[in-house]
């Protein structure tokens, strides 16, 4: 079956947290490309305009910033902002993310280590609180967060990226849980290797990172045809009514075949895949490890 898949413009709004990184700029300008009107979520004023600046000159679009301490009742001045536009807003996708500090936990400063949780699992969660309320309020929206590497197998030297990308996809679960029947959706991807800073940083700090972890983002930023076909693809259909039904799951742009997902949306809101499960010995065969 043919999977269609329509994104609302016009008069609607998007909202990109972490709008000036990599991935946050390509979302950005595809959404304005499509007539999406946007407001874009950053802590850094200047690139923040810099990026509507960009995007006004090439897209006919309404675009709105709004430049974030992350600190505090950050989200009341956010939900303040919104207020006369909220019941516009369709969607929200977040970016944001940090991948320091980088090598062994040991060599890691206390400081440093809660830092990355603040970035990469504690902000992303609070704002999807508030663009929840919203779309509760509304009857339906969409909500994508993105996952990282680690957060589905461990990641060593990245242990402090990777517990708090692991948190952010139980908090996907646990959230989608208590979403059920408003209309609301939430959902994690998983967007692959992309030759984006925190691959540089990688390179940068080689020795911290290890030799694995370097080639990898060695390979990723030597790649001259990256394309962000397949993440596109997938933002595209989880922010469309094509993806009612489907909340709660850690889906992977280049591995998932989620095309096919709307035809067995029983089976997946019955069972638990495309979650982050235990691994029993039964699970594997063996008969020694379980009552």
């Given at each position: 079956?043919?999977?269609?898949?329509?994104?609302?413009?016009?008069?609607?709004?998007?909202?990109?947290?972490?709008?000036?990184?990599?991935?946050?700029?390509?979302?950005?300008?595809?959404?304005?490309?499509?007539?999406?009107?946007?407001?874009?979520?950053?802590?850094?004023?200047?690139?923040?305009?810099?990026?509507?600046?960009?995007?006004?000159?090439?897209?006919?679009?309404?675009?709105?910033?709004?430049?974030?301490?992350?600190?505090?009742?950050?989200?009341?001045?956010?939900?303040r902002e919104l207020t006369p536009i909220s019941?516009?807003?369709?969607?929200?996708?977040?970016?944001?993310?940090?991948?320091?500090?980088?090598?062994?936990?040991?060599?890691?400063?206390?400081?440093?280590?809660?830092?990355?949780?603040?970035?990469?699992?504690?902000?992303?969660?609070?704002?999807?609180?508030?663009?929840?309320?919203?779309?509760?309020?509304?009857?339906?929206?969409?909500?994508?967060?993105?996952?990282?590497?680690?957060?589905?197998?461990?990641?060593?030297?990245?242990?402090?990226?990777?517990?708090?990308?692991?948190?952010?996809?139980?908090?996907?679960?646990?959230?989608?849980?208590?979403?059920?029947?408003?209309?609301?959706?939430?959902?994690?991807?998983?967007?692959?290797?992309?030759?984006?800073?925190?691959?540089?940083?990688?390179?940068?700090?080689?020795?911290?990172?290890?030799?694995?972890?370097?080639?990898?983002?060695?390979?990723?930023?030597?790649?001259?045809?990256?394309?962000?076909?397949?993440?596109?693809?997938?933002?595209?259909?989880?922010?469309?009514?094509?993806?009612?039904?489907?909340?709660?799951?850690?889906?992977?742009?280049?591995?998932?075949?989620?095309?096919?997902?709307?035809?067995?949306?029983?089976?997946?809101?019955?069972?638990?895949?495309?979650?982050?499960?235990?691994?029993?010995?039964?699970?594997?065969?063996?008969?020694?490890?379980?009552?």
């Amino acid at each position: 079956m043919a999977l269609t898949v329509t994104i609302q413009s016009g008069g609607s709004f998007g909202v990109i947290s972490g709008a000036t990184g990599f991935l946050g700029g390509v979302l950005a300008h595809h959404y304005a490309a499509l007539g999406v009107n946007l407001i874009l979520i950053g802590r850094s004023a200047e690139r923040l305009e810099m990026l509507k600046s960009s995007l006004e000159k090439s897209y006919k679009i309404s675009i709105q910033i709004s430049e974030l301490q992350f600190d505090g009742d950050f989200t009341q001045d956010l939900i303040r902002e919104l207020t006369p536009i909220s019941g516009q807003i369709d969607f929200f996708i977040n970016t944001i993310g940090n991948q320091n500090p980088i090598g062994p936990m040991l060599n890691c400063s206390d400081s440093s280590w809660r830092m990355s949780f603040e970035s990469n699992l504690i902000v992303p969660a609070l704002l999807a609180k508030l663009f929840a309320g919203i779309f509760k309020t509304n009857g339906s929206g969409s909500i994508v967060l993105t996952s990282g590497g680690g957060a589905t197998n461990p990641r060593e030297n990245f242990s402090s990226y990777a517990s708090a990308k692991s948190g952010l996809v139980r908090f996907v679960e646990t959230f989608a849980l208590e979403l059920s029947g408003t209309g609301v959706r939430i959902n994690a991807i998983s967007p692959g290797v992309m030759p984006s800073t925190m691959m540089k940083e990688v390179v940068e700090n080689s020795n911290a990172a290890g030799d694995s972890e370097t080639m990898k983002a060695e390979a990723s930023l030597a790649e001259s045809k990256w394309s962000p076909f397949k993440t596109l693809e997938l933002m595209d259909f989880l922010i469309s009514t094509a993806s009612d039904g489907i909340s709660g799951k850690i889906i992977s742009a280049d591995w998932d075949n989620w095309h096919e997902w709307p035809e067995h949306i029983e089976q997946l809101q019955q069972s638990d895949l495309y979650t982050l499960r235990r691994i029993t010995g039964r699970d594997r065969n063996q008969t020694w490890g379980d009552i």
